[in-house]
């Protein structure tokens, strides 16, 4: 049963810095796209950034985060990371890691920037917990 795990959530003040670790085990994140995704109370799921390991390794980043956010991925590691620098009170959710693969669809339903959406995924760690105080 593959199974992906996230580390690294907690506390922090607006302007600090954290950073989110997807760990994967019975999935090789070299054959999917992983993203993280992030949930506030009483909300949606939302995308925050993806990066296509499977392919040329291309990231995207939705708009509240681009600049902020950075996603990477080690491949040896089978580690995907969110570094998230000047957080803001807003960021505060609980975030979650998936994998997307694209194996699973049609080739004509795989555009360019596959993994952007949550549709894409059907594996999902049990999210991590990020709070920034004002």
């Known amino acids: 049963q593959a199974r992906l795990v996230e580390f690294g959530g907690g506390l922090a003040q607006a302007g600090a810095s954290l950073r989110l670790s997807c760990v994967a085990s019975?999935?090789?994140?070299?054959?999917?796209?992983v993203g993280w995704f992030r949930q506030r109370p009483g909300e949606d799921r939302e995308f925050v950034a993806s990066?296509?390991?499977?392919?040329?390794?291309?990231?995207f980043y939705a708009d509240s985060v681009k600049g902020r956010f950075t996603i990477s991925s080690n491949k040896s590691e089978n580690t995907v990371y969110l570094q998230m620098n000047s957080l803001k009170p807003e960021d505060t959710a609980l975030y979650y890691c998936?994998?997307?693969?694209?194996?699973?669809?049609?080739?004509?339903?795989?555009?360019?920037?596959?993994?952007?959406?949550?549709?894409?995924?059907?594996?999902w760690g049990q999210g991590t917990q990020v709070t920034v105080s004002s």
């Open positions: 019975r999935v090789f994140f070299g054959s999917y796209s």
């Open positions: 998936a994998a997307a693969d694209p194996t699973s669809f049609h080739g004509s339903q795989i555009g360019s920037d596959f993994g952007t959406s949550i549709r894409h995924y059907s594996r």
């Open positions: 990066t296509q390991t499977w392919r040329s390794g291309r990231t």
